[in-house]
Structure formats: structure tokens, C-alpha cells
């Protein structure tokens, strides 16, 4: 059976990072099977897609988004036969499964890039980027997104090859026939094995401006402060970008109803609209990286959520995440993980699952997964972090100085393993884990909050049930309230006569109301057990209300 058409706009997808999900072998990390183990999990949360990280054989210097063979599924997280029965069970459930897709740069292990390096007249050599250096230097000054020269010199020709993220990442060259017609082929067999749709990995950078010209250089914009970096909007939205992803719809991924997802960088609201415009028939939606890598506070947050509505408005549909793969856990940076952690965690949820857009969730935010602090760098495992490490020890701070600045900063914090139990490794897997468990896994896993009904992830459970039997916190229009407020985030959800007033207090302290919001509403939903008289006009820490408005 064919799905509706836009069953992305009315569900929740949940994003699974798949190493740390659920190991079902012993082998210390995340698989398919293990997914297969936790289906009833999820559908019991009541989400209907699920976003699966890349599981294909790789080398894993980035956690698979280095891909050796698209084909394929790695020994480590299972098989084919694996994925095919993962989908079937799924479906049954009424779940969807959504493939991550890596296509701007390949694993220097891919076959394509092995014969590619071999000779400057070999078939595939410009399936990749290679320059000759210049003045014996690289052949222009991009950086790598992770840091140093975006350059590598390669003994066997040479020549350069372009990587915008690690050097064992490098870039594609999307000009060449070759490269479109093999991937596009990839995709539909994927389509063919059922998949339902997929995530797109930085998917705007992958045409390249032409010539490769210099980059303006300007201070501290990066993720590392203090160092010189490239006017990195250079690297997107390139000529015969929205050409390209047209193509990809119209002739792949159109014909199977397959729904898209893009990550999208270096992007204003004002321009990424273009990429969802159903006119254009381009992507379905694209996530927004600026919300997921500010953490400044609140403020931040929802001044971009409404610039993304507005821009969208009439034009596209939206998204709404405040945490991924690739960010520190949100509970760590926008909540408080001490004292206030259950209460600001429900208040995330309460936000993320009533804003306009479909809500992204990432795994363990439903527990309140928090930080971690490891010890010292041999505890880590991102490759990026190691980068980022490398590259501010040899700035000259000091090796303790630069880890303490990163830690808090680490990718990894939201990529240790998922807390199903309080026994060992969180019931994670019955080895050794490939990264360690956060220690807190006693106190915070899914076995103990499936038995408290005032839990994290009950509210999650009513939030997702509720959301999706109210329209008009789907389709309704936006209205942005006390919109100065650095603590609270208001606003107003309508459709069709029907309404709902939200109002979040992000922060530790007791916030007062706007005059004209005291008393407005009827309570349906909050994370207080109560709400005494004398409470209405102010919120207490972390509070959370979903009102109705008749
Ligand atoms: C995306 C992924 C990230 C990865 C990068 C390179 O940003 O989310 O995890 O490192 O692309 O593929």
C-alpha cells in the first residue's frame, strides 16, 4: 500500500545514532537487530519514522558518515537480510524507515576513490576533486569543516585531493555523468529494499563553486573560537545544486513516494525555503543547523524558530530539533541537568513536540540523556573533537586547557550508548562498549521511567499522543508572544477555531507573565502536578503549560 502523500508532515521522527543504540551480539556496538529488539519501544513513544545513521561497511572514522561501499550493510551492524527483516517488522508497526545518505564525499576506502588515486589518466580519477598544488602549496586556502587544510597531497600522483570534512572523507565530484547515474542507481535499490525516505547528509555543499577561488578569511567564526577560518558559505548552494536535487526527486525518488529530509548549512531562512517549496519539487523539508548549533540560550532559539516560519510560510514545510548527533545533549546546554533535570527536560519536550514543524527527536533525549565528562582524551572517540584537539594544542594552549574547553563541546556527549536498564552498560550490550556508558545510567534509563507515570518519558509518551490528535499543533498558524523575553518562550497555536497557548519558562527562576496572558486558557497539559491560583500569573522554574484557548 502506497503511504498518504505527506504522512511526514502529521508524524515525529526519531533519530537512532545506530553504534549506541541497542547492541544485540555482544560485540560492543549498536546494530540492526538491536533496533528490531526496541520496535515495540518506539511505537509504544508513538513515533512513526525512524532516521537511522549510516549503517554501511566503512572504516568509522566518522561513525560511518565515511562510506566504503553504499551497498552494502557493515559485518559490525549487521546484514542485509538484517535490514530486510528490519523493514518488513517495522512496517508492520506502521513505522517508517528513513536511510541516512552521504553523498557529498565517499570513505578513501570506497572503490571509486581507490581507483581514482591510482593514475591521473585512470577512468575514475575525476570522479573525485584533484588539483595540482600551487607554488608547492595546496591548490587553494579552503579548510576542512573539522579543521586544517580542506587539501591532502597524495604521493602516488601528485596531486591534491579536496575534503571538506577529514581526510579520509574525500569530496565527490558531482559534474561528472558518472557519479550522478551510480548514485542514483544506489538510491533506488535502497527504495527497492523499502526504504521509506532519507536524511541527507550536508546535502547542499556537494556542487562546488567554479574555478575552487580563494576564501575570505574572518576571525573566530568557527566552532573553535580564536582561529582563522573560511567564509565557509563559499562551500553551499553552488551552481546546479537545486538543479541536481530536482533530478534526484523527479527521477528517483518520486516514482516510490519517498519522503526527504536535507541537511542544510550555511543557509539563511530566506534562502533555504527554495529547497522545500513543493513547487520546485526539490526536498520534502531540511533541518535547521542554526537552531541545532547555537546554544546561546532561549532567545536565540526562538527567534529563529519564528524567521524560519515566517519564511516558510505558504512556501514549505518545516522542522523543529534542538539536538542531534552532532551537538552536546540538549538537556546540558538549553536545560539544567542538575537540579532542574526532569522539569527542563519535559519543558524541551513540551516545546519541541507544539512548535510548527515536524519534530525531530534524538535518542535518549526521552530519558534526558545529559552530558558526559570523561576523564581525559583517550575516553573520547569523535573524530572531530580529536581534530579540533590536535589543532588547538598546536595553536599552543595547553593539552589540559584545550580538553576542558572541548569536553562540554564533544560530539560524543550525545553519542554515548543509550540507557535502556540500570544493570551493567545500561543494557546497552553484554560487552565491551565501544565508547563508555555515561555513568549516571543508573539513576537515568528507560526501565525505571516506563514505570513511573510522572516520568520524562511518560510525558514524551502524552506529548507525541497529543500532538498528534490536535491538528492545529500540526497545520495551525504561529503566533510568537513576549517575543523580548530572554526566559520565556509563548506562543500561540490556531486552526480552524481551534487553539492552544503554550508558554515555557526556561530558566531556574520564577518568571512573570505578560499582563495579557495571566489567566488566558484552560490548563490541559503541564509538567507541574498542579497550578495553583496564586501561580497564574507567573511560571515556576522549568514550567511548562499547554493551554486551551476557546
Ligand atoms: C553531517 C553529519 C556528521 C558528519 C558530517 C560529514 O554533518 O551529521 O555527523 O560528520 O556530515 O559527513
Given at each position: 500500500m502506497k503511504a498518504a502523500p505527506h504522512w511526514w508532515k502529521e508524524t515525529i521522527f526519531y533519530e537512532i545514532f545506530l553504534r549506541s543504540f541497542k547492541d544485540s551480539d555482544g560485540n560492543g556496538t549498536g546494530d540492526l537487530r538491536g533496533i528490531l529488539e526496541k520496535l515495540d519501544y518506539l511505537k509504544d513513544l508513538g513515533v512513526g519514522a525512524l532516521w537511522i545513521t549510516p549503517f554501511y561497511p566503512s572504516p568509522l572514522h566518522d561513525a560511518g558518515y565515511d562510506v566504503a561501499d553504499y551497498d552494502d550493510v557493515h559485518p559490525e551492524f549487521g546484514t542485509l537480510g538484517d535490514f530486510r527483516e528490519l523493514v518488513a517488522e517495522a512496517h508492520k508497526r506502521d513505522l517508517k524507515i528513513i536511510l541516512d545518505l552521504v553523498l557529498n564525499h565517499t570513505s578513501e576506502e570506497h572503490p571509486w576513490f581507490r581507483e581514482s588515486r591510482r593514475a591521473k589518466d585512470d577512468p575514475k580519477r575525476d570522479y573525485y576533486i584533484w588539483r595540482p598544488g600551487k607554488d608547492g602549496k595546496e591548490p587553494n586556502n579552503w579548510m576542512s569543516l573539522v579543521g586544517g587544510s580542506a587539501w591532502e597531497y597524495d604521493e602516488a600522483t601528485g596531486e591534491y585531493y579536496l575534503h571538506l570534512f577529514s581526510k579520509h572523507q574525500p569530496d565527490l565530484n558531482w559534474n561528472?555523468?558518472?557519479?550522478?547515474?551510480?548514485?542514483?542507481?544506489?538510491?533506488?535499490?535502497?527504495?527497492?529494499?523499502?526504504?521509506?525516505?532519507?536524511?541527507?547528509?550536508?546535502?547542499?555543499?556537494?556542487?562546488?563553486?567554479p574555478g575552487l577561488p580563494d576564501g575570505v578569511y574572518r576571525e573566530g567564526s568557527g566552532k573553535i573560537d580564536g582561529r582563522y577560518v573560511l567564509d565557509y558559505p563559499l562551500y553551499a548552494n553552488n551552481p546546479g545544486m537545486h538543479e541536481l536535487l530536482h533530478e534526484l526527486r523527479r527521477d528517483v525518488l518520486e516514482p516510490y513516494g519517498a519522503a526527504t529530509v536535507g541537511e542544510v548549512h550555511f543557509t539563511p531562512a530566506s534562502e533555504a525555503w527554495k529547497y522545500?517549496?513543493?513547487?520546485?519539487?526539490?526536498?520534502?523539508?531540511?533541518?535547521?543547523?542554526?537552531?541545532?548549533?547555537?546554544?546561546?540560550?532561549?532567545?536565540?532559539?526562538?527567534?529563529?524558530?519564528?524567521?524560519?516560519?515566517?519564511?516558510?510560510?505558504?512556501?514549505?514545510?518545516?522542522?523543529?530539533?534542538?539536538?542531534?548527533?552532532?551537538?552536546?545533549?540538549?538537556?546540558?546546554?538549553?536545560?539544567?541537568?542538575?537540579?532542574?533535570?526532569?522539569?527542563?527536560?519535559?519543558?524541551?519536550?513540551?516545546?519541541?513536540?507544539?512548535?510548527?514543524?515536524?519534530?525531530?527527536?534524538?535518542?535518549?533525549?526521552?530519558?534526558?540523556?545529559?552530558?558526559?565528562?570523561f576523564g581525559s582524551m583517550d575516553d573520547y572517540r569523535d573524530i572531530e573533537m580529536r581534530r579540533f584537539y590536535e589543532q588547538l594544542v598546536r595553536q599552543g594552549k595547553p593539552p589540559e586547557e584545550?580538553?576542558?574547553?572541548?569536553?562540554?563541546?564533544?560530539?560524543?556527549?550525545?553519542?554515548?550508548?543509550?540507557?535502556?536498564?540500570?544493570?551493567?552498560?545500561?543494557?546497552?550490550?553484554?560487552?565491551?562498549?565501544?565508547?563508555?556508558?555515561?555513568?549516571?545510567?543508573?539513576?537515568?534509563?528507560?526501565?525505571?521511567?516506563?514505570?513511573?507515570?510522572?516520568?520524562?518519558?511518560?510525558?514524551?509518551?502524552?506529548?507525541?499522543?497529543?500532538?498528534?490528535?490536535?491538528?492545529?499543533?500540526?497545520?495551525?498558524?504561529?503566533?510568537?508572544?513576549?517575543?523580548?523575553?530572554?526566559?520565556?518562550?509563548?506562543?500561540?497555536?490556531?486552526?480552524?477555531?481551534?487553539?492552544?497557548?503554550?508558554?515555557?519558562n526556561y530558566s531556574d527562576q520564577v518568571s512573570p507573565l505578560e499582563a495579557g496572558l495571566v489567566g488566558k486558557g484552560r490548563l490541559l497539559i503541564g509538567n507541574y502536578p498542579d497550578l495553583p491560583q496564586e501561580c497564574a500569573a507567573r511560571l515556576r522554574p522549568w514550567e511548562a503549560r499547554i493551554l486551551a484557548l476557546e
Open positions: 561528472h555523468p558518472m557519479v550522478k547515474q551510480g548514485t542514483f542507481d544506489m538510491v533506488r535499490r535502497w527504495l527497492e529494499r523499502g526504504a521509506d525516505g532519507f536524511r541527507l547528509d550536508v546535502i547542499n555543499l556537494l556542487m562546488k563553486p522545500v517549496d513543493p513547487r520546485r519539487r526539490e526536498l520534502d523539508m531540511i533541518v535547521q543547523v542554526d537552531i541545532l548549533f547555537d546554544r546561546t540560550g532561549p532567545k536565540f532559539v526562538k527567534d529563529r524558530v519564528k524567521e524560519w516560519f515566517l519564511a516558510f510560510q505558504g512556501r514549505g514545510w518545516n522542522t523543529m530539533a534542538l539536538g542531534n548527533h552532532d551537538t552536546p545533549r540538549m538537556l546540558s546546554t538549553l536545560g539544567n541537568d542538575g537540579p532542574w533535570r526532569t522539569l527542563s527536560a519535559k519543558a524541551l519536550a513540551a516545546h519541541i513536540l507544539t512548535s510548527p514543524g515536524t519534530p525531530f527527536l534524538y535518542q535518549g533525549d526521552e530519558l534526558g540523556m545529559t552530558n558526559v565528562a584545550a580538553f576542558a574547553w572541548l569536553r562540554p563541546r564533544s560530539r560524543d556527549n550525545a553519542r554515548t550508548p543509550m540507557q535502556w536498564t540500570a544493570e551493567g552498560n545500561a543494557g546497552f550490550t553484554a560487552g565491551t562498549p565501544w565508547i563508555g556508558v555515561n555513568p549516571n545510567f543508573r539513576e537515568i534509563n528507560a526501565a525505571a521511567q516506563a514505570r513511573d507515570p510522572d516520568s520524562i518519558l511518560a510525558f514524551y509518551r502524552r506529548l507525541i499522543a497529543f500532538r498528534k490528535a490536535n491538528p492545529a499543533l500540526i497545520h495551525g498558524s504561529f503566533y510568537p508572544l513576549m517575543e523580548d523575553d530572554e526566559r520565556v518562550v509563548a506562543y500561540r497555536r490556531l486552526w480552524e477555531g481551534r487553539g492552544f497557548l503554550i508558554l515555557i
